[in-house]
């Protein structure tokens, strides 16, 4: 695994490496109004022809000649084109047959009952139509078609691993733009310079990967919110840190903007939203500034998370080399300097360690995840952080010296199956 420094929503400017974003293709699509209509008419239309066809097969007349049946049936019946086209009275004799009118009456009977046929199919196809749109709509909230999204991101930075992981969890379509770290050129067009940013509906800009996840919750859950609406209750607040750099943090990130109702359904058990809440702000404040000490622990390690980011990021082939070497052998002074702005032991491996079987503690042997038998906000979190690992040296430790394997599998298969969207 790898990390870069580059900006995006933390005030810790790491790129990591992460775990394969995609792009989910499982759109809802809605049944125009008219469906209802075309499928009540399709109904009675086929009611209508089962009559008229079986009306006709039972019919007296159907056995008789000289019906207008008969005669509108019988050149089809006759074998003979020659003998049926012959002479006027050799037609004649051929059309008021008995035996050819009967046949012809069967004939337009039986097309009449095909035709309701068709009308029946056409009628049980448009109500599974208007029924899978009515599911489709539960499924994204609510909202008929649910929103447009499309995530602006580095495919191997862990805040945008986060909002992934809560778009695939819950079963969201989204698109993905892959930013160059270097020019960022995917999005000049946004005064915000960081990554995440997610679009929603080509014309709402949400920034920072916790408020991200926040609204997104808000809006699946409350019927009554447009995202503008919701957004608000997210107010920005610039300040300077402590190395004299201003920073863009946010009011309220993690709370998902609920009435009583809605959050006593969300949060059953007394504290669960205030449990979610901690986990989700530890992820973001400690259990992220460990992912770089220990993907750079080593030169090895450091160019091996490098090759990753070269090959799963956005790079031009001079960009891609200079990252790769210089940026490998700087990261790995850069994370010298980070094990000791944070404090970390000489072994780093045992900070990810103790980190993870904290974490494992906190949701307890009772539990499948920390929101119960489904994951929550914080599950999702610190799953999207973690997955920025696989497939480097750190990961297949922690997974070998901790007690998180069975946790991170059963996300593995929650995020995989679209777990969230039920």
Not at 302 to 315: C, H, N, P, Q, T
Not at 398 to 413: C, D, Q
Request: glycine share 10%; net charge positive; charged share 25%.
């Amino acid at each position: 695994m790898s990390y870069l420094f580059f900006q995006h929503d933390h005030s810790l400017s790491i790129m990591t490496f992460m775990e394969s974003g995609h792009l989910n293709t499982s759109p809802t699509s809605a049944v125009h109004p008219g469906t209802l209509c075309k499928s009540n008419m399709a109904a009675a239309c086929t009611r209508a022809l089962c009559k008229v066809g079986g009306g006709i097969l039972e019919s007296p007349a159907a056995r008789r000649f000289g019906t207008v049946s008969s005669f509108l049936v019988g050149n089809v019946c006759s074998r003979g084109s020659g003998r049926a086209y012959g002479t006027g009275g050799d037609r004649s004799h051929r059309l008021s047959s008995p035996r050819t009118g009967a046949a012809g009456g069967r004939v337009l009977g039986c097309a009449v009952l095909l035709g309701g046929g068709l009308g029946l199919y056409h009628a049980v196809k448009f109500r599974l139509q208007r029924h899978l749109a009515e599911e489709e709509t539960k499924v994204s909230g609510g909202r008929a078609g649910g929103p447009s999204l499309t995530l602006y991101q580095y495919k191997t930075c862990p805040f945008c691993s986060k909002v992934r992981a809560f778009l695939d969890y819950h079963g969201l379509p989204y698109e993905v733009v892959e930013v160059n770290p270097v020019m960022r050129k995917e999005i000049k067009w946004s005064v915000y310079r960081k990554v995440p940013i997610l679009m929603v509906d080509t014309d709402v800009q949400l920034n920072d990967s916790s408020v991200i996840i926040s609204s997104l919750k808000t809006y699946l859950i409350s019927k009554d919110k447009s995202m503008s609406d919701i957004l608000r209750c997210y107010p920005e607040m610039k300040s300077v840190n402590d190395r004299g750099k201003e920073v863009t943090e946010y009011s309220n990130k993690y709370w998902v903007m609920l009435d009583q109702g809605e959050a006593a359904a969300l949060y059953p058990e007394k504290g669960m939203q205030k449990e979610e809440m901690k986990w989700r702000q530890w992820a973001d404040d400690w259990l992220v500034h460990l992912i770089s000490p220990n993907v750079y622990r080593t030169s090895g390690e450091a160019l091996a998370s490098f090759d990753y980011i070269v090959r799963e990021g956005k790079f031009g082939s001079y960009e891609g080399f200079f990252a790769k070497y210089v940026g490998a052998a700087a990261m790995f002074l850069i994370a010298k300097r980070l094990k000791s702005r944070h404090n970390l032991q000489d072994d780093v491996r045992q900070d990810l360690y103790k980190a993870v079987n904290e974490w494992v503690a906190a949701v307890g042997k009772k539990r499948k995840f920390m929101g119960g038998d489904h994951p929550n906000l914080a599950d999702l979190a610190v799953f999207g952080v973690l997955r920025v690992m696989e497939g480097l040296q750190a990961f297949d430790d922690m997974m070998e010296n901790t007690k998180v394997k069975p946790w991170y599998r059963r996300m593995e298969r929650a995020s995989l199956n679209h777990e969230g969207r039920a």
